[in-house]
DNA sequence: TTGTTTATGATAGTATTACTATTACCTTTG
DNA sequence: CAAAGGTAATAGTAATACTATCATAAACAA
């Protein structure tokens, strides 16, 4: 099964059937999962998935029109499990920069397995979105993709954290800027670190990312 | 000519044949370089390109193995060409807090017309860096292309600023990162204020984005 | 001057990718 | 049991990302 317990909703602009809707759609977002993690999104095609998960290219397009289409549903689905952590992790939790502090460590940790959504890998989703999820922005039909809402999970949680941001510092002027040079920046960081470390700092024993981003956001807001 | 004085010298696993040595070679760079900032970097193809240039796909192969290499020489040569600048905006300024200032200011503002090197268009490879740069280590090949040395020239561009900000803070501890993190950034939130608003802050008469990255590196480093 | 290298162009061809269309089977549901 | 919907199998197209071969023209050397 998809998930257990929880559905997370995603935008109906993000595929043409909704795989969480049949046994192929549930296997078609596992085995793209594994194989875009593996392979890297440029070398990743609909044939080899269809191999992958014995289907056929054709039945596949019965679901997402292309594979940018279908990264940026995983996108929107890893959003939407963000928002859905987030959410958790904040219930009780009174003081603001409290609030903050447990918001930031969620954006910027590695992520660890998450058992609510069995047919999601958390790990490899992770991965992809270090590696793949500017992407699915980074290109000439952002405008476009941003009319069908495929950034809709993204906005949402930067703006939660910026209101929390606003609540601690009502005249700060850069909320936004700075939730998304901290989500941003921590993909990279954590890229560079396994790939290009003398653009980074790696502290043995530390995970100088998160501890690197939560003083960066107090620091600028509490000056 | 390519340059009308000073060339920028390009390590020579970015190409098969140095552009810079031939007419050809140089329409190349200026031909690609239009049609990159136009299409973008998907639907962006030698074919295309070779017709724009009024040559053959067959010659452009001559100089570069694909596209994937000639959009890391084009970053090459960006970096290149900013680590000329920065040397020249900071000589003869003394006190490292105003060399560091400088020093982001340049990283982050927007790029405006260079007569130096007529063949380049700098405003547009401005553009290319913003919304394709970080394809070029975004990819599974990264480790094989940062042996060829494809990121040499923004990592000496990293370790020259970092070196200013140990300078005012010998005791900091993420130098690399709080760098690289501007300058992913501030493309980032270009890309942003142009495209999806929502996750950045665009500031009526300001230019946000080289505001808030000066802060916050000091608010940083001088906490 | 002749010969030789080098640069480019012209042409052709291959494998892969990204799709689209058609048909037919096999379940589920009514 | 029949209709409807979902899936598989097959085939095919256009574009992409190359590679190879040959001709020609300019450059340069003997």
Chains 1, 2 share one sequence.
Do not use: C
Not at 122 to 127: G, N, T
Not at 190 to 197: K, S, V, Y
């Amino acid at each position: 099964m998809y998930q257990s317990t929880i559905t997370l909703q995603i935008n109906n602009n993000a595929f043409v059937k909704d795989p969480a809707s049949t046994d192929l759609g549930k296997k078609i977002i596992s085995g793209s999962i594994d194989l875009i993690s593996e392979l890297g999104f440029e070398n990743f095609t609909f044939k080899k998935l269809s191999q992958h998960i014995s289907s056929t290219e054709a039945s596949v397009y019965r679901y997402f029109n292309g594979k940018h289409q279908l990264l940026a549903y995983l996108v929107l689905w890893y959003w939407s499990w963000q928002k859905y952590r987030l959410a958790l992790r904040l219930t009780n939790i009174e003081d603001p920069k409290e609030r903050l502090r447990r918001a930031i460590i969620l954006l910027t940790e590695r992520v660890s397995e998450d058992s609510t959504f069995s047919q999601i890998n958390e790990i490899k989703l992770h991965l992809i979105l270090i590696s793949e999820a500017s992407k699915v922005f980074l290109n000439k039909d952002v405008d476009k993709d941003n009319q069908l809402g495929y950034f809709t999970q993204y906005k949402e949680v930067v703006n939660r954290i910026s209101e929390i941001i606003l609540e601690i510092n009502p005249s700060f002027k850069y909320p936004h800027m700075l939730v998304s040079t901290v989500i941003e920046g921590s993909h990279h960081q954590r890229f560079f670190a396994e790939h290009l470390p003398r653009l980074t700092n790696v502290i043995e024993g530390e995970d100088a990312v998160t501890s690197f981003y939560v003083e960066l956001v107090f620091n600028e807001i509490e000056k």
